[in-house]
Every structure is written in C-alpha cells, then in structure tokens.
C-alpha cells in the first residue's frame, strides 16, 4: 500500500504470463522508475500509476507487446507520466489505447515506433519535449491540449485522432506533419501543419498548412476574423450531385 521504487526494471522468461498490478485511484501508491523498463511478452502490466523520473538521458522503454490496463476493471486504461529531466526512448511500438499519459518534464522520444494511446497530455509548467520522429500515433481522447514549455519535434510524423467532437488546441510555436482528424473536429487558436486530413467534418481558425484534405457530403466552417492559410494544395474532391462540400463561415459575412 505505498509507493515502489526502481532503477531499471526487466522482465525476462517469467512463467505463465505474470501480472503486476497495484491499489487503482491513489496516485501514492506507484512505481516510480529512475531507468529503463523492459517488460516481456503476454505480460499484463495493470499497474495503475507509473513515474518515470530518470535525470538522464537514453532511457530505454521495450514492451515487448505486453498489456497495459488495469486488470480489476477490463478494458480501463493506466496513467503513465515522466516527470524527470531526462530522455525516454521507444525501443518498440507502444500499444495502449485506453492508457493517458502525460510529459510533465524532461523527453519522451517515440523514435519512429508505433503509438496508441488515449491521449498525450502535459502538465506543470517545466521543459518538457515530445520527440515524435516517423512514428504513426492513434489517440482515442477527445482533446489535444498542452501546457506551457511544451517542445514539439514532429518529424514526419502522423497524428491520427479518432474521437467524434474532438477538440485540438494548437499553438503558434507547434509545427506538426501530418494530422488527421477521422470524426468531426474543432481546430482552435493556432494550428500550423504540413498536411490537415478532416474525414467528418470540423471547423478551423488561425494557421497554416501545405495542404488541406476535404471529404465529400461534409460541412466544413470558418472562425470569423481569423486566417488559415494553404500554401500548396486544397484537395476536396466531391462525388456528382450528392456528395458536395460546403465551406462557410461561422459569422455571416466574415
């Protein structure tokens, strides 16, 4: 009933499927972890809250495919948060859907690997960087906000968000590659990017993006008095009679 701490924590060729698992819904009962972490295949991690809090950088992650949610409660995700000054990297795609996990200091690298996950947060107000590399990322959540101090390095990386009424706030200092937006979205403040995908619809605001993919038989709006900028190509392609796009504006006139 209290916290746990590691340096480098590995699992390797434990039998019949190991669990590790903890009390839920008290953030002090942990594991707080100073190194890398290695778990091992058809392991169930159900730990439910994890610090990373290495000073250093070249941390390692390896799931190695092992689960991670909470085992008491099915299908619920766990909380994951670094909360050091150092460096994370991804050795292996990382394939949690309904797990949160939040940058509050330091580096999470995906380096190029696989992501799913609910939602990537940030908390505080510390140096805290994402490094994002060719990785394709999934997120389920329903929003896309971060804290002040947030360093984003895209990559050529491709945010996909699959939430319906997803609401993504961006920053004038974030430069994203590729977002796409598979349900209904709202792009709010400053949203800068190489490619935007909106597959259901949505509405923009300030920003700019190489190109702009537009679904047919979707509406998509205009905040008045801001300026989105396409510097290449509007793609929006519509299928003859039926499929029309509608571009509008959210006040008559502006």
């Known amino acids: 009933d209290v916290a746990a701490t590691s340096l480098n924590m590995k699992w ?3 039998q019949n499927k190991p669990l590790l698992t903890s009390i839920p ?6 594991l707080n972890v100073y190194g890398s972490f290695t778990l091992q295949p058809e392991m169930n991690y ?3 809250y994890t610090y990373f809090k290495s000073s250093l950088p070249a941390q390692t992650i390896t799931t190695n495919g092992a689960k991670l949610e909470f085992s008491e409660t ?5 909380y994951i948060y670094f909360d050091g000054t150092g460096e994370w990297v991804l050795q292996d795609d990382l394939i949690a859907p309904n797990t ?5 200091q330091g580096t999470f690298n995906t380096n ?11 908390d505080g107000f510390l140096q805290k960087t994402l490094a994002l590399g060719s990785s394709t990322v999934r997120l389920s959540g329903s929003q896309w906000r971060q804290m002040p101090n947030f360093n984003l390095n895209a ?11 997803f609401s993504f706030w961006g920053e004038a200092n974030h430069q994203f590659y590729n977002l796409t937006f598979e349900k209904s979205a709202q792009l709010l403040w400053t949203v800068n990017a190489n490619t935007i995908t909106l597959k259901d619809g949505g509405s923009l605001s300030n920003g700019a993006v190489n190109n702009l993919i537009l679904s047919p038989n979707r509406t998509y709006s205009f905040e008045a008095n801001k300026t989105f900028t396409i510097n290449q190509s509007l793609i929006a392609y519509s299928t003859p009679c039926t499929g029309f ?8 006139g502006n």
């Open 12 to 14: 390797d060729s434990a």
């Open 25 to 30: 819904y008290n953030s002090a009962i942990s």
């Open 46 to 48: 159900s730990v439910y």
């Open 74 to 78: 099915g299908s619920r995700g766990i």
């Open 100 to 104: 949160y996990l939040s940058i509050n």
């Open 112 to 122: 190029g690997k696989q992501v799913s996950l609910e939602r990537i947060a940030s």
């Open 155 to 165: 990559g050529t990386s491709n945010i996909i968000f699959t939430s319906a009424s």
């Open 245 to 252: 796009i509608t571009l509008n504006s959210q006040t008559a």
